[in-house]
């Protein structure tokens, strides 16, 4: 029962999804296309709201609401991170999702997407057995 909040932000945040267009299977082909900037305005949006959060987490050293603090590490750059996301936004181009919204759009009746969440569960699994042999 306490997990019942999430239920319900979840669903509205895939009402979001939905109603926003970003889980359109044509909205994410014109973005590759360079067709349309609805797209970019909402990931650019997303990534402005991102930076001003983590601004402002760090500059009035905001805490959980369980007054934890929150660290947040610097990281270096790795090769690794580029060709994963080659690799991402290859997948996201061809499959017209990302896994942020595949349950959105299979709830909202694309079915097909069904074989991409397949998919990237099973990419998911690979890499987890394989990841002691790759280089990090």
């Not at 973005?31 to 760090?58: D, E, P, T, W």
């Not at 074989?115 to 280089?135: D, M, N, Q």
Request: proline share 3%.
């Amino acid at each position: 029962m306490n997990n019942i909040k999430f239920l319900i932000i979840g669903m509205l945040f895939g009402i979001i999804l939905v109603k926003s267009e970003v889980i359109s299977w044509f909205r994410i082909q014109e973005m590759f296309r360079l067709q349309s900037f609805h797209m970019y305005g909402v990931i650019g949006s997303a990534i402005l709201v991102g930076m001003i959060s983590i601004l402002l987490i760090k500059r009035f050293q905001i805490g959980t609401i369980h007054r934890e603090s929150i660290v947040i590490p610097d990281k270096k750059f790795h090769w690794g991170n580029v060709y994963g996301g080659l690799i991402f936004g290859l997948g996201w181009a061809i499959t017209g999702a990302c896994p942020g919204p595949l349950f959105a759009q299979i709830g909202g009746g694309t079915l097909v997407t069904l074989v991409t969440l397949f998919s990237a569960i099973a990419g998911t699994w690979i890499y987890g057995f394989l990841r002691e042999k790759l280089p990090h």
